[in-house]
Antibody, heavy 118, light 109 residues
Framework: EVQLVQSGAEVKKPGATVKISCRASGYTFIDYYIHWVQQAPGKGLEWVGLVDPEDGQTKYAEKFQGKVTISADTSTRTAYLDLRSLTFQDTAVYYC???????????WGQGTLVTVSS | QSVLTQPPSVSGAPGQTVTISCTGSSSNIGAGFDVHWYQQLPGTAPKLLMFDHSNRPSGVPDRFSGSTSGTSASLAITGLQAEDEADYYCQSYDSGLLVFGGGTHLTVL
C-alpha cells in the first residue's frame, strides 16, 4: 500500500525556521516526484514545489522562492519541506503528495499544521 | 488567482444532480494531462474522489463521475445527499507542476 506519513504539528515564533517531513512507503521512492502543497486557513490548495528524489532536483512556485527548501533523503525514503523566516502568513496546513500508482491514483499525506504565533 | 477556474459555489436539493466545472488551458488540461478531483470536508485533508479524469477510487460511490473535453473537466454528482456538502477541487499538471482550481463549495439545500 502506498503511504505518505507526515510529521506532527508545529508552533513557531515569527522569524524562526521549521522543517517538516514526509515519509514514503509502498513504492520505489526514487521513481516519483514528491510535491508539497499549502492550504492557508480558509483558502484553497496551492502548489509549493517538488523534489525529484532520484537526483534531488527541485522546482518551486515563484511565490515560495526564497521561503522554502525542499529536499529528499533516499536512505530514509523521506522528503522534507523547510520554511524559513516564518511570518504569520505562513500559518497553514502543508501536504505532501506523490503519484506512484495509476491503479489507485495520487496519494496524499495527512497534512502538517504549521502555526506561526508570537 | 488559480490556474484552473472553478465556480466558487454550487447548490442543489437532495436527490438532484449538480455539475462542477474546471476550466484550464492548452498547457494543462488541454494538453491531455490527467485531471483529478478532491473532496474536502471542514478540518480534514483532501480526499481523492476521481483520478485520471474518470476513475473512482475504491469506496467512492458511483453517484460521482468525471469527464474531460478539450480544456475543461467536470465532476457530476447525482442523487445529492446531505453528506456531499463539502469543498471540491480539481487538479491537473502544467510543465510538471501541480495546478489547482480555486475550489467549489457545494451546498445541499
Amino acid at each position: 500500500e502506498v503511504q505518505l506519513v507526515q510529521s506532527g504539528a508545529e508552533v513557531k515564533k515569527p522569524g524562526a525556521t521549521v522543517k517538516i517531513s514526509c515519509r514514503a512507503s509502498g513504492y520505489t521512492f526514487i521513481d516519483y516526484y514528491i510535491h508539497w502543497v499549502q492550504q492557508a486557513p480558509g483558502k484553497g490548495l496551492e502548489w509549493v514545489g517538488l523534489v525529484d528524489p532520484e537526483d534531488g532536483q527541485t522546482k518551486y512556485a515563484e511565490k515560495f522562492q526564497g521561503k522554502v527548501t525542499i529536499s529528499a533523503d533516499t536512505s530514509t525514503r523521506t522528503a522534507y519541506l523547510d520554511l524559513r523566516s516564518l511570518t504569520f502568513q505562513d500559518t497553514a496546513v502543508y501536504y505532501c503528495t506523490s503519484y506512484p500508482s495509476h491503479k489507485y491514483g495520487p496519494t496524499w499525506g495527512q497534512g502538517t499544521l504549521v502555526t506561526v504565533s508570537s | 488567482q488559480s490556474v484552473l477556474t472553478q465556480p466558487p459555489s454550487v447548490s442543489g436539493a437532495p436527490g438532484q444532480t449538480v455539475t462542477i466545472s474546471c476550466t484550464g488551458s492548452s498547457s494543462n488540461i488541454g494538453a491531455g494531462f490527467d485531471v483529478h478531483w478532491y473532496q474536502q470536508l471542514p478540518g480534514t485533508a483532501p480526499k481523492l474522489l476521481m483520478f485520471d479524469h474518470s476513475n473512482r477510487p475504491s469506496g467512492v460511490p458511483d453517484r460521482f463521475s468525471g469527464s474531460t473535453s478539450g480544456t475543461s473537466a467536470s465532476l457530476a454528482i447525482t442523487g445529492l445527499q446531505a453528506e456531499d456538502e463539502a469543498d471540491y477541487y480539481c487538479q491537473s499538471y502544467d510543465s510538471g507542476l501541480l495546478v489547482f482550481g480555486g475550489g467549489t463549495h457545494l451546498t445541499v439545500l
